[in-house]
């Protein structure tokens, strides 16, 4: 009886001592977290390596961000593994997946996916966006709306108001109708502002939108407007209404004419517009370091202009275009170690929801840079359009309706594919080839291209003979862009590519990079499918987690006490049931 009893008081002392073991464990995984209360995403659109260092150079030290602790780079490709635009770039950033260009918070499919700011405002944190182009251009949008192309502005400015974005500010009021910012006002409780005097005294009791400009902020370096706040004012007053809540809050900080800058190729503007996004950087850890719960990151959604330095320490931009150089990313505050060395641009909101105990997303997310889908050669080639330049298309390509100068080397286009203007005449033109011999399957299509003026129409087509036919609108922008990536299913064998340019003589427009390729045909591609399917279902589950050593992390803190918690509990039940025997149970 002595033993039994004896037991018994052993197996009580170890059920307390379980039960203490657990709370500790969990306390300490609690305490362990390094999830910050405020998130501070700075994105210097189109800002390489050689933007910052040609800026570091203009003002003879480090930048803000260069003074942060944690350092890494991040690869910047779209889902096929070609340049990618803001949107797609913006969407990576926002939402951790790869998607074709064009694209606003959705995947290729145009199926929405959650972004990174609607995964912390469910949090309960307060959340704002802030940029001095368009706050509804690409990289803004993509973290505060889902639409299947960039150029729905008016469409993506609705979203933002539904979703009831706590700070809104920057250009692009002319796309905010006088409707939507009735329903701003009485139905969402917006104040709407449009003066930088008008922020300085809100004094953040309800949302707020602030519009200051109907299009793009001016470049600062040209002479900035009085009444138009800088990217770092505006960062300033939206940490003051953020940081009122007491759950903290997340901010996306863009600054969105660095971008615009390298499309010029102006150096000034570009240096000019980097400094200014580090003064907003300056603000955001400044707080950040008087806060000490803060997060701080810095990146870019691609790189613009292929800016190189040369041997005489001098600048120059190599291209007019979007590039896929790596972009430098910089991580200052709470949880900042965990974005270091090479990523890819989805690790980074990946690892951020991470640090809350969203393991989902980053186990699911691309460990590797996608592979290109697009594995046959370009129908197309550069050769194709030059031998139909000042002519009447030579090489296979026909000409009609000519009324128009077409050259490689435009006034406009620089030195491109073809380009189409004419300085006295109205144009209307059509170019086109016809294709035959045409593996059967399904083929991608994209373009580059630049408009000017009001062209009435400017648009590539493409047409299967078996019936299928698409059209991709080159006109909307004014300056280089990828239209995104268009599928058509060729079933005759023979395909006809055309380009139609009509418009008046002050208009013209210039293409580049036209990309027709096959991506799959037969049963050979989906066997091969199926075969990848097959493995990756075989394949255990680390390894589909992650195929890159740069990417795999340990187990997170919070997991392990997950485990430890399961098992002290079990052991605890044990312990429990023991002392808790009868004791006539012992004497059978």
Known sequence: MKKVASLKIMALLLCLAMSALLFVGVTSAEEASDAPKNIIFMIGDGMGPNQVNAAHDSVGRDLYMETFPYKGTSSTANVYGQVTDSAAGGTALACGIKTANGRIGVDQNNNPVPNIREFFAERGKKTGL????????????????????????????????????????????????????????????????????????????????????????????????????????????????????????????????????????????????????????????????????????????????????????????????????????????????????????????????????????????????????????????????????????????????INATIDTNGPHGGSNLLCFWNDEEDLDIEIYQTLTDLPEGKYRVSVWSKAWGTPEAFYLYIKDHGGQEIKIDLNPFGHWEERYLYDIDVTSGTAKIGIVFKGPSSAGGSIDDVLFALQESGEESSETESETESQVESQPASSQESNSSTNSEPAKTGDTANYLAVMLVGLSAFAAAFVLIPKKSYNK
């Open 130 to 401: 802030i940029s001095t182009v368009s706050i509804t251009d690409a990289t803004p949008a993509a973290f505060g709306a889902h639409n299947a192309s960039r150029t729905n502005q008016s469409q993506i400015a609705a979203e933002f108001i539904e979703n009831g974005i706590d700070v809104i500010l920057g250009g692009g009021g002319s796309n905010f109708s006088s409707a939507l910012r009735n329903t701003a006002t009485n139905e969402k409780g917006y104040t709407i502002i449009s003066t930088k005097s008008q922020l300085q005294s809100f004094n953040g009791n309800t949302k707020l939108l602030g519009l200051f400009q109907t299009g793009n902020f001016p470049y600062y370096v040209d002479g900035y407007p009085a009444s138009t706040p800088t990217l770092a004012e505006m960062t300033s007053k939206a940490i003051e209404i953020l940081s009122q809540n007491e759950e903290g809050f997340f901010l996306m900080v863009e600054g969105g004419a660095i971008d615009l800058a390298g499309h010029a190729t102006n150096l000034p503007r570009n240096i000019g517009e980097t400094l200014q996004f580090d003064e907003a950087v300056k603000v955001a850890k400044e707080f950040a370091e008087d806060d000490g719960n803060t997060l701080i990151i810095v990146t870019a959604d691609h790189e613009t202009g292929g800016l190189q330095k040369d041997g005489d320490g001098s600048y120059r931009f190599t291209t007019g275009n979007h590039t896929g150089a790596n972009v430098p990313v910089f991580a200052y505050g709470a949880g900042a170690e965990n974005f270091q060395g090479n990523m890819i641009n989805t690790d980074i909101p990946n690892k951020i929801k991470a640090l809350f105990g969203d393991t989902a997303s980053s186990s699911e997310a691309e460990s590797e840079e996608p592979k290109v889908v697009v594995p046959g050669e370009n129908i197309l080639t550069n050769g194709d359009f030059e031998t139909g330049a000042n002519g009447d298309g030579a090489a296979g390509w026909i000409s009609q309706g």
